[in-house]
Antibody, heavy 121, light 107 residues
Framework: EVHLVESGGGLVKPGGSLRLSCAAS????????MNWVRQAPGKGLEWISS????????FYADSVRGRFTISRDNAKNSLLLQMNNLRAEDTAVYYC??????????????WGQGTLVTVSS | SYELTQPPSVSVSPGQTARITCSAD??????VYWYQQKPGQAPVLVMY???ERPSGIPGRFSGSSSGTTATLTISGVQAEDEAAYYC??????????FGTGTKVTVV
């Protein structure tokens, strides 16, 4: 069974930085595009970034472009999100999610349990 | 990018049918996907490419799309179906767009 486990969340001051990790197992990590999606408290889902299987193609939402950096280490089956210049509005649960099987189209078929990031002074 | 509009809430009695809509002009050219999210849990994909169910999703879940509106239908609603449901489609430049979310309450 596909397993995704996020870590690295916590409390950080505005303007600070945090690095999230997602450990993947039970599937061929290097074959799948991976994504970060966040959910502010009591709010809906917001896609924030994707990275292709090889890491060649990277996409960001406007809300995080220039502040967040997605990367992956296929040798370690790990997805990363470096978050800089954090703002109060970045407070959310951050999920890593796997791209669905190619025949399924543009979706995410497995999600981690999320890690909470709180930006507050 | 565009917005996917969903009703904030839907109430349904056990055994009845719940229909959740998702609307946007762009949907006439895009597939729609649906996720179920229970409180404190991660989202779960319940429908892909408008009307296809992943394995393990009960047959009471079905999907359809016509023009600019997609619909997730839950027939014979059970108490365990109480959750938030989000539609999703593809945006521009490799992005994803999620709907505003619908809270299904089984009363």
């Amino acid at each position: 069974e596909v397993h995704l486990v996020e870590s690295g969340g916590g409390l950080v001051k505005p303007g600070g930085s945090l690095r999230l990790s997602c450990a993947a197992s039970e599937f061929t990590f290097s074959s799948y595009m991976m994504n970060w999606v966040r959910q502010a408290p009591g709010k809906g889902l917001e896609w924030i970034s994707s990275i292709s299987s090889s890491g060649t193609h990277i996409f960001y939402a406007d809300s995080v472009r220039g502040r967040f950096t997605i990367s992956r280490d296929n040798a370690k089956n790990s997805l990363l999100l470096q978050m800089n210049n954090l703002r109060a509005e970045d407070t959310a649960v951050y999920y890593c999610a796997r791209e669905g099987e190619p025949v399924w189209g543009w979706c995410m078929d497995h999600w981690g349990q999320g890690t909470l990031v709180t930006v507050s002074s | 990018s565009y917005e996917l509009t969903q009703p904030p809430s839907v109430s349904v009695s056990p055994g009845q049918t719940a229909r959740i809509t998702c609307s946007a002009d762009a949907l006439s050219k895009q597939f729609v996907y649906w996720y179920q999210q229970k409180p404190g849990q991660a989202p779960v994909l319940v429908m892909y490419k408008d009307s296809e169910r992943p394995s393990g999703i009960p047959g009471r879940f079905s999907g359809s799309s016509s023009g600019t509106t997609a619909t997730l239908t839950i027939s014979g609603v059970q108490a365990e179906d109480e959750a938030a449901y989000y539609c999703q489609s593809g945006g521009s430049s490799g992005s994803y767009v999620f709907g505003t979310g619908t809270k299904v309450t089984v009363v």
